[in-house]
C-alpha cells in the first residue's frame, strides 16, 4: 500500500483529512448537542448540506443519469450513512465518554475487513481474522462487558457505547453497498442522495422533539451555531464527499484504514478540552483494539507477503 500511496496520494490524503475533521467532530458533536435535541441537529445539519449541495447536484445529474433501477441501493445508503448511523452517533455520543466513543470506532475497520471479505470478495488472511477477534473482545472490554457481570457500570454508558458500536455497524453496511455504487456514479451524486435521505427520514423525529420542548430553539448560542456550521461545512458536505471520493479510488479496506486518525486527535481533544480521563478499563482494551485493528487491517498486506498460505 504504500507504494500506491507514492505514486497516486490525492485520494489517500482525501481519506486522511476526512477522518481528521471526524476526529474532531466528536468533540464538536458533544459540546453542540447540549444545546440541541439528537434528531433536530441531525436535521439541520442535513437539510443546510442538502441545499447547499442541490446545485451542484443538478449540475452532476445533467451529465449523469440516475437509472430508477438504482434508487433502491442509492436510498439504503443514506438511510445506514446517515440516517442510522447519524442517529446512533449522536444517542450514544450524548451518554458516553468521547474517549471510549472515539476508540470503539476503530472496529469499523475491522468490520469492513469482515465486510470486503464477504461481499465484495477481497482477499482477507488468516492473521486478520485472528487481529480482528482481538479487537473486537477490546472492544467489549470498552463497552463494559466486564462491569455488565458485576454489575458495576452505568446503565446509561453502557448504552451510549452500544449506541455507538451500532453507529459504526452502520456505517460500514452503507459504505460496502456505496462502493459498488460509486463504480457507476459520481461522488458527489452519491453524497447528496445520502444527504436528502437523511434530512427526509430526520423531518418527523425532530418535529416531535420540537413539539416537546419548543423552548430549545431560545437557547441556542453562538457556540451552538458554530457546533451546527462546523458540522454542516466539513463534517457532512467535505468530509463525506472527500471520503466518497477517496473510497472510489481505493477500496473500503484502505479507506477505513485512516480510521485510526480519529481517535488519535478525539482523545487529545476529549482530555485537553472537556478533561475527560482514561480509565484502567479503558487502556486495557484499548490496546487491545489497536493491535487486533492493526493485525485485522495493516499487517495484511505484510502477512500475505511473508505467510501466503495462510490464506482463508
Given at each position: 500500500?504504500?507504494?500506491?500511496?507514492?505514486?497516486?496520494?490525492?485520494?489517500?490524503?482525501?481519506?486522511?483529512?476526512?477522518?481528521?475533521?471526524?476526529?474532531?467532530?466528536?468533540?464538536?458533536?458533544?459540546?453542540?448537542?447540549?444545546?440541541?435535541?439528537?434528531?433536530?441537529?441531525?436535521?439541520?445539519?442535513?437539510?443546510?448540506?442538502?441545499?447547499?449541495?442541490?446545485?451542484?447536484?443538478?449540475?452532476?445529474?445533467?451529465?449523469?443519469?440516475?437509472?430508477?433501477?438504482?434508487?433502491?441501493?442509492?436510498?439504503?445508503?443514506?438511510?445506514?450513512?446517515?440516517?442510522?448511523?447519524?442517529?446512533?452517533?449522536?444517542?450514544?455520543?450524548?451518554?458516553?465518554?468521547?474517549?471510549?466513543?472515539?476508540?470503539?470506532?476503530?472496529?469499523?475497520?475491522?468490520?469492513?475487513?469482515?465486510?470486503?471479505?464477504?461481499?465484495?470478495?477481497?482477499?482477507?488472511?488468516?492473521?486478520?481474522?485472528?487481529?480482528?477477534?482481538?479487537?473486537?473482545?477490546?472492544?467489549?472490554?470498552?463497552?463494559?462487558?466486564?462491569?455488565?457481570?458485576?454489575?458495576?457500570?452505568?446503565?446509561?454508558?453502557?448504552?451510549?457505547?452500544?449506541?455507538?458500536?451500532?453507529?459504526?455497524?452502520?456505517?460500514?453496511?452503507?459504505?460496502?453497498?456505496?462502493?459498488?455504487?460509486?463504480?457507476?456514479?459520481?461522488?458527489?451524486?452519491?453524497?447528496?442522495?445520502?444527504?436528502?435521505?437523511?434530512?427526509?427520514?430526520?423531518?418527523?423525529?425532530?418535529?416531535?422533539?420540537?413539539?416537546?420542548?419548543?423552548?430549545?430553539v431560545n437557547q441556542v448560542t453562538v457556540l451552538g451555531i458554530l457546533g451546527l456550521t462546523f458540522m454542516t461545512l466539513l463534517s457532512s458536505i467535505s468530509a463525506y464527499f472527500l471520503?466518497?471520493?477517496?473510497?472510489?479510488?481505493?477500496?473500503?479496506?484502505?479507506?477505513?484504514?485512516?480510521?485510526?486518525?480519529?481517535?488519535?486527535?478525539?482523545?487529545?481533544?476529549?482530555?485537553?478540552?472537556?478533561?475527560?480521563?482514561?480509565?484502567?478499563?479503558?487502556?486495557?482494551?484499548?490496546?487491545?483494539?489497536?493491535?487486533?485493528?492493526?493485525?485485522?487491517?495493516?499487517?495484511?498486506?505484510?502477512?500475505?507477503?511473508?505467510?501466503?498460505?495462510?490464506?482463508?
Amino acid at each position: 500500500m504504500t507504494s500506491q500511496i507514492l505514486k497516486k496520494p490525492i485520494p489517500y490524503l482525501a481519506l486522511i483529512l476526512a477522518h481528521l475533521i471526524w476526529g474532531i467532530n466528536f468533540i464538536v458533536a458533544k459540546i453542540t448537542l447540549q444545546e440541541f435535541p439528537p434528531m433536530s441537529l441531525a436535521f439541520l445539519r442535513f437539510a443546510l448540506a442538502s441545499l447547499l449541495l442541490a446545485p451542484f447536484f443538478l449540475t452532476q445529474t445533467k451529465k449523469v443519469k440516475i437509472d430508477k433501477a438504482d434508487l433502491p441501493k442509492l436510498i439504503t445508503i443514506g438511510l445506514f450513512v446517515i440516517t442510522l448511523n447519524i442517529t446512533f452517533f449522536f444517542e450514544g455520543i450524548k451518554r458516553t465518554n468521547v474517549v471510549d466513543a472515539s476508540v470503539l470506532t476503530l472496529i469499523i475497520p475491522m468490520l469492513s475487513v469482515l465486510s470486503g471479505w464477504w461481499f465484495l470478495k477481497e482477499k482477507v488472511y488468516l492473521i486478520n481474522l485472528l487481529g480482528i477477534a482481538a479487537g473486537l473482545v477490546g472492544a467489549l472490554v470498552i463497552v463494559g462487558l466486564p462491569q455488565v457481570f458485576t454489575g458495576t457500570i452505568s446503565t446509561q454508558t453502557l448504552t451510549g457505547n452500544l449506541f455507538i458500536v451500532l453507529a459504526a455497524t452502520s456505517w460500514v453496511i452503507g459504505a460496502t453497498i456505496s462502493k459498488k455504487v460509486l463504480k457507476k456514479y459520481p461522488s458527489l451524486i452519491v453524497t447528496a442522495i445520502a444527504f436528502l435521505v437523511g434530512t427526509i427520514s430526520m423531518f418527523i423525529p425532530a418535529g416531535i422533539e420540537y413539539i416537546q420542548n419548543p423552548a430549545w430553539v431560545n437557547q441556542v448560542t453562538v457556540l451552538g451555531i458554530l457546533g451546527l456550521t462546523f458540522m454542516t461545512l466539513l463534517s457532512s458536505i467535505s468530509a463525506y464527499f472527500l471520503f466518497e471520493w477517496g473510497l472510489a479510488k481505493t477500496s473500503i479496506i484502505v479507506a477505513d484504514l485512516f480510521q485510526y486518525i480519529e481517535p488519535f486527535i478525539a482523545t487529545v481533544l476529549a482530555v485537553l478540552i472537556l478533561g475527560e480521563r482514561i480509565s484502567n478499563q479503558f487502556a486495557v482494551g484499548g490496546v487491545m483494539v489497536i493491535i487486533g485493528a492493526y493485525l485485522g487491517t495493516l499487517a495484511k498486506e505484510a502477512h500475505h507477503r511473508h505467510h501466503k498460505a495462510h490464506r482463508v
